[in-house]
T-cell receptor, first 114, second 114 residues
Framework: QKEVEQNSGPLSVPEGAIASLNCTYS??????FFWYRQYSGKSPELIMSIYSNGDKEDGRFTAQLNKASQYVSLLIRDSQPSDSATYLC??????????????FGQGTILTVHP | EPEVTQTPSHQVTQMGQEVILRCVPI?????FYWYRQILGQKVEFLVS????????KSEIFDDQFSVERPDGSNFTLKIRSTKLEDSAMYFCASSEASSGNTIYFGEGSWLTVV
């Protein structure tokens, strides 16, 4: 069973702080890693994708991947109240009989308070 | 920006009735997916579709479910005889390829079975 685990939170940070979201995955064959943001009742919205070890930065967001530790994280700098949402970690294993489906974690609820 | 569109946004149906959820994937995408999210739970993969056939399906996707691409633009999910436990948000998604490409989600169709 391929699992993706996240701390469900809630994670509460003050406005302007750094929010750190973590995710571990069980399948070593995983090749692509995504962070989606989901507001209540809405669809997942892609925030970041990362495919190789190291850091990837996009604006206030930094994704970090460590395949040896099977660990991926998302840092949100200068957190804003509008960042309050559920953050979903998703892992993709393409190749073989897999056609690129995503396996999601349960999501971490982030609350940024003014 | 191209997007995945879904209809209906919300449907209420009686147990045992057939339901068809419709999706228009992004036009140059080749891989199509259905995911579902039961209220308060993880986003779960149902099925992927490529080259006019199912490429992968989950244990959830039993004989009650079917998918079809009836023309060059639509992608449908049919539930033959709905059960109470089918109540969920159903997300259609698409991607250009099976690996190394982002999966884009539609806004979802909220199905309530009564």
């Amino acid at each position: 069973q391929k699992e993706v685990e996240q701390n469900s939170g809630p994670l509460s940070v003050p406005e302007g702080a750094i929010a750190s979201l973590n995710c571990t995955y069980s399948d070593r064959g995983s090749q692509s890693f995504f962070w989606y943001r989901q507001y209540s009742g809405k669809s997942p919205e892609l925030i970041m994708s990362i495919y190789s070890n190291g850091d990837k930065e996009d604006g206030r967001f930094t994704a970090q991947l460590n395949k040896a530790s099977q660990y991926v994280s998302l840092l949100i700098r200068d957190s804003q109240p509008s960042d309050s949402a559920t953050y979903l970690c998703a892992v993709r294993n393409a190749g073989g009989t897999s056609y690129g489906k995503l396996t999601f974690g349960q999501g971490t609820i982030l609350t940024v308070h003014p | 920006e191209p997007e995945v569109t879904q209809t209906p946004s919300h449907q209420v149906t009686q147990m045992g009735q057939e339901v068809i959820l419709r999706c228009v994937p992004i036009s140059n995408h080749l891989y199509f997916y259905w995911y579902r999210q039961i209220l308060g739970q993880k986003v779960e993969f149902l099925v992927s579709f490529y080259n006019n056939e199912i490429s992968e399906k989950s244990e959830i996707f039993d004989d009650q479910f079917s998918v079809e691409r009836p023309d060059g633009s639509n992608f449908t999910l049919k539930i033959r005889s709905t059960k109470l436990e089918d109540s969920a948000m159903y997300f259609c998604a698409s991607s250009e390829a099976s690996s190394g490409n982002t999966i884009y989600f539609g806004e979802g169709s909220w199905l309530t079975v009564v």
